[in-house]
């Protein structure tokens, strides 16, 4: 696609409940990023896939968020048992890599995810 | 830890003003410095800086790095409202590594 493409834009559910949130990046685009951004805070690296395959899972804050990636393309991100302070925008970004180095990241306009 | 420092944290000056943003960073393997514009949803880039003292303009906007003292500035002049906007910096590490440590941001914004 033009650009990198996320669903839902907006999404309320209770705490306890379980949420997966989708990209879909640019076309060609081998590299994938997940971000968290709270109120008031800068973006905070979750994870990133090469392919399919996920080389830093580093930044994920608990055993609750998983995210997987199939056929190279989709991901999702998924939290199980929400929790308030999961509330926040989750971006996704896409690259490519070009001769072993990453290009500039580029954003989708995120999920705002709200847990009551 | 690695650490990216934004600065000043808001800024409000009137259109036709020029206006410097600062960043500096403390991180490990180095590899490159990028700058965002995020308005409403998605940052849009705006630069990548890998060479120190190498200037990379686009229009009003203009940035550069310094390797040594560890810092960039993106500069904007002639500033117009549609430069209202949260700035963001950010760094990459080399291959292997290759997530992005934000800033907070600097808010900024144009008066009429």
């Known amino acids: 696609g033009a650009g990198v493409s996320q669903s839902p834009s907006n999404k309320v559910t209770e705490k306890g409940k379980d949420v997966e949130l989708r990209c879909d990046p640019i076309?060609?685009?081998?590299?994938l990023y997940w971000y968290r951004q709270s109120l008031g805070q800068g973006l905070e690296f979750l994870i990133y896939?090469?392919?399919?395959?996920?080389?830093?899972k580093s930044g994920l804050p608990s055993d609750r968020f998983s995210a997987e990636r199939t056929g190279g393309s989709v991901s999702t991100l998924t939290i199980q048992r929400t929790q308030q302070e999961d509330s926040a925008v989750y971006l996704c970004?896409?690259?490519?890599?070009?001769?072993?180095?990453?290009?500039?990241?580029?954003f989708g306009d995120g999920t705002r995810l709200s847990i009551l | 830890e690695d650490k990216v420092v934004q600065s000043p944290l808001s800024l409000v000056v009137h259109e036709g003003d020029t206006v410097t943003l600062n960043c500096s960073y403390e991180?490990?393997?180095?590899?490159?410095l990028l700058w965002y514009k995020q308005e409403k949803k998605a940052p849009t880039f705006l630069f990548m800086l890998?060479?120190?003292?190498i200037e990379k303009k686009s229009g009003r906007l203009s940035s550069i790095l310094d390797k040594k003292e560890l810092f960039s500035i993106l500069n904007i002049t002639a500033t117009q409202t549609g430069d209202s906007a949260v700035y963001l910096c950010?760094?990459?590490?080399?291959?292997?590594?290759?997530?992005?440590?934000f800033g907070t941001g600097t808010r900024l914004t144009i008066i009429p």
């Open positions: 890998t060479s120190s003292g």
């Open positions: 950010a760094v990459a590490q080399v291959f292997g590594n290759e997530k992005l440590t």
């Open positions: 076309s060609g685009h081998t590299a």
């Open positions: 896939f090469q392919g399919n395959s996920a080389p830093d």
């Open positions: 970004a896409s690259s490519l890599i070009d001769r072993g180095f990453s290009q500039p990241q580029h």
């Open positions: 991180v490990t393997n180095f590899r490159s």
